[in-house]
């Protein structure tokens, strides 16, 4: 079965500095690899996906994300964090579940706080 | 694009009520919704699969008598909870997602349930 995890409850990061959300996951076959945020009492907008293709995935909001097969890691990454990129990021991998249906699992949510 | 919209954002109701909440895709045909359960702090647990013109695919341990889930049409999905008690109390979720199974889903803001 495959999963997702984010091993950071919370990350703080000033406002300007690189900000990095971790997250590594675990599926049977070439993984389908998405971030989402949720701001409060908000449901999740999409940010970027990695399918194929090049490594490092460019998204919404100047967010990127670099896919390393050998780590199983998609981590998020943002050059200069802002204040208004305070939110929960959610870590999520697509896998087949059978009956031509395909499942998406989360991870359990990394808290990033930019502190001004 | 691809806009899920949900209905009602909020909802406060009496024991023992049944609630119905909406989730149509405004913008693209959603061969494929989802419906999700998150309690505080938690990542989203996927309650329900819904394919249209067909039975849900219920999650193990989800009653489906207890949240009906009717997806009658490509852009609307319902689900029903019925006889409400405070235990139920949560935030839903729902997503949608075009055929190709490389394609983000796509979420509603979420009904807030309260049952008093």
């Known amino acids: 079965a495959q999963s997702v995890a984010q091993p950071e409850d919370q990350v703080n990061v000033a406002e300007g500095n690189p900000l990095t959300v971790k997250c590594t996951y675990s599926?049977?076959?070439?993984?389908?690899l998405f971030w989402y945020v949720q701001y409060p009492n908000r449901g999740l907008q999409f940010l970027l996906k990695y399918i194929t293709g090049d490594n490092l995935v460019k998204g919404s909001y100047g967010f990127e994300a670099e896919f390393n097969k050998s780590q199983t890691s998609f981590h998020l990454k943002k050059p200069s964090a802002l204040v208004s990129d305070s939110a929960l990021y959610f870590c999520?991998?697509?896998?087949?579940?059978?009956?031509?249906?395909?499942?998406?699992?989360f991870g359990k949510g990394t808290k990033l706080s930019v502190i001004p | 694009g691809a806009v899920v919209s949900q209905h009602p954002s909020w909802v406060i109701c009496k024991s023992g009520t049944s609630v119905k909440i909406e989730c149509r895709s405004l913008?693209?045909?959603?061969?494929?919704m989802f419906w999700y359960r998150q309690f505080p702090k938690q990542s989203l647990m996927l309650m329900a699969t819904?394919?249209?013109?067909?039975?849900?695919?219920?999650e193990q341990g989800v009653e489906k008598d207890k949240f009906l889930i009717n997806h009658a049409s490509l852009t609307l999905s319902t689900l029903t909870v019925t006889s409400a008690h405070p235990e139920d109390s949560s935030f839903y979720i729902c997503?949608?997602?075009?055929?190709?199974?490389?394609?983000?889903?796509?979420f509603g803001d979420g009904t807030r349930l309260s049952i008093l």
């Open positions: 999520a991998v697509r896998a087949y579940s059978g009956a031509g249906s395909y499942q998406l699992t």
């Open positions: 913008d693209f045909q959603a061969t494929t």
């Open positions: 819904s394919n249209e013109g067909s039975k849900a695919t219920y």
């Open positions: 599926v049977s076959g070439n993984p389908y």
């Open positions: 997503s949608a997602r075009v055929s190709a199974s490389n394609q983000p889903q796509h």
